[in-house]
């Protein structure tokens, strides 16, 4: 079946210092994969997106690129800010056992940003 | 504004008991989600529902029950079946037919089994 392997957190970073959270994933097809973050007391918002290998999404400074050679999609962002404190989750949605919009979400990685 | 309102956000039961969890959208859109979310274990697909008076078992069903009777309106039952409910609950919809995986989500209900 499908899965979303993310590193596990928290993750504690100082203002403006370069940010990774590795995603890997399995599923049979081809999928489609997503960030969504999470701000505190609120739901999920999707971040970026990306539909085909070699892809890059990008919003609001983050970015990912869709690799299928090994199976990841991992976000990055060059200069962190305070306010980008939250949780992030890797999904992917495979067309082939998914169905439409049903997605497979990874288990969250906690960012911390400190001044 | 368009978006989800779930209700109540904060809910405490006792044993034996069952809730409904109350999801509203007027987004227009025909599919709704409910998942669960756990510590350490991200989000669970519970049931969804792609058009109205039809829906389908997620990967965690058992001890739950939803019903669709009106396209804005996807409500949660946790029923006494449930052996761990205590959980944030998050109720998602999105255009159905379209695999945009973008889904917009609530804000959530945290329940609590006293």
């Known amino acids: 079946g499908n899965s979303v392997t993310q590193m596990e957190g928290p993750v504690t970073l100082s203002e403006e210092a370069f940010l990774t959270i590795n995603c890997t994933y399995t599923?049979?097809?081809?999928?489609?994969l997503f960030w969504y973050v999470q701000y505190p007391g609120e739901g999920l918002q999707l971040l970026l997106k990306?539909?085909?290998?070699?892809d890059k999404g990008s919003n609001k400074g983050f970015e990912a690129t869709y690799r299928k050679e090994t199976t990841s999609f991992h976000l990055e962002k060059g200069s962190v800010q305070v306010s980008d404190s939250a949780v992030y989750f890797c999904?992917?949605?495979?067309?082939?056992?998914?169905?439409?919009?049903?997605?497979?979400f990874g288990t969250g990685t906690q960012l911390k940003v400190e001044l | 504004d368009g978006g989800i309102t779930q209700s109540p956000k904060y809910l405490f039961r006792k044993e034996g008991q069952n809730v409904t969890l109350s999801c509203e959208q007027n987004?227009?859109?025909?599919?709704m989600y409910w998942y669960r979310q756990d510590p350490g274990q991200g989000l669970r697909l519970i049931y969804y529902?792609?058009?109205?008076?039809?829906?389908q078992k997620g990967d965690i069903a058992e001890g739950y029950s939803v019903s669709r009777e009106k396209k804005e309106s996807f409500p949660l039952t946790v029923t006494s079946a449930q052996k761990n409910p205590t959980a944030f609950y998050l109720c998602?919809?999105?255009?159905?037919?379209?695999?945009?995986?973008?889904?917009?989500f609530g804000e959530g209900s945290r329940l609590t089994v006293l």
């Open positions: 998602a919809s999105s255009i159905s037919g379209v695999a945009t995986g973008e889904l917009f």
């Open positions: 599923a049979t097809g081809y999928p489609s």
């Open positions: 529902s792609q058009i109205v008076n039809d829906f």
């Open positions: 987004l227009n859109h025909d599919a």
């Open positions: 999904a992917l949605s495979d067309p082939v056992t998914g169905g439409g919009n049903k997605l497979t």
């Open positions: 990306a539909t085909k290998a070699d």
